[in-house]
């Protein structure tokens, strides 16, 4: 009786697969860096380079640059969630999570990119507003937190936050000849969110 051999599969079957998600991947963290120092119209060229890859490859995976830009929001935002349920789940101390996560927002570049890329994108996109939803809800319940504990001056919410990180970890101009990391900035603004504040928070309109 002829026995009919099975084909044998090779480990690497799925390589490709792989490959082309760390390739999405080394793009999308390029474009965040680049969009972030210099604008949404960076070059794609200088895109392509600092991943380490070629041209053609960027553009198989984002035929243009608003699906790159696209891809860096949701990317930025997802990642920022991330970084709070680890905040939360890392730190016992309400503030001590707040604290957490406004110097992980700024690691993964939250508020200086979605600066830079304002108008760049569908703020309607479905993506977009689940991701929203998701990072503004762990914040709220951040914020409720240390809020019951006592420990955050009143008048605070999550526009505070979204702000000051986004304020101080823009890239300065170059006429700007003090460069200090924006850790330091951000450690003074998270003892300005302590309480009990020492001056009352103006009204606004």
């Given at each position: 009786?002829?026995v ?55 553009y ?14 949701h ?58 939803e ?33 304020q ?23 003892d300005?969110?302590?309480?009990p ?6 009204v606004?309109?």
């Amino acid at each position: 009786m002829d026995v009919v051999a099975t084909p044998r599969r090779t480990p690497h079957a799925r390589a490709p697969r792989v490959d082309a998600q760390r390739n999405r991947e080394r793009i999308v963290a390029a474009a965040r860096d680049l969009f972030t120092e210099v604008g949404r119209q960076a070059p794609i060229d200088e895109v392509a380079r600092r991943a380490g890859i070629g041209n053609a490859t960027v553009y198989r995976h984002f035929p243009d640059r608003d699906a790159l830009v696209l891809a860096v929001v949701h990317s930025v935002l997802k990642r920022a969630a991330d970084r709070a349920e680890a905040a939360m789940a890392q730190a016992e101390a309400p503030f001590e999570a707040l604290s957490r996560f406004v110097l992980a927002a700024a690691d993964e570049q939250i508020g200086a990119t979605c600066v830079m890329l304002d108008g760049a994108y569908d703020p309607g996109d479905p993506e977009v507003k689940v991701l929203e939803e998701r990072l503004n809800g762990l914040l709220d319940t951040m914020l409720a937190r240390a809020r019951r504990a006592g420990v955050l001056r009143p008048g605070i919410d999550r526009d505070d936050i979204f702000v000051g990180v986004a304020q101080l970890t823009r890239p300065l101009p170059d006429l700007v000849t003090v460069r200090r990391g924006s850790r330091r900035y951000l450690q003074l603004f998270l003892d300005g969110l302590r309480a009990p504040g020492y001056t009352a928070l103006p009204v606004e309109d």
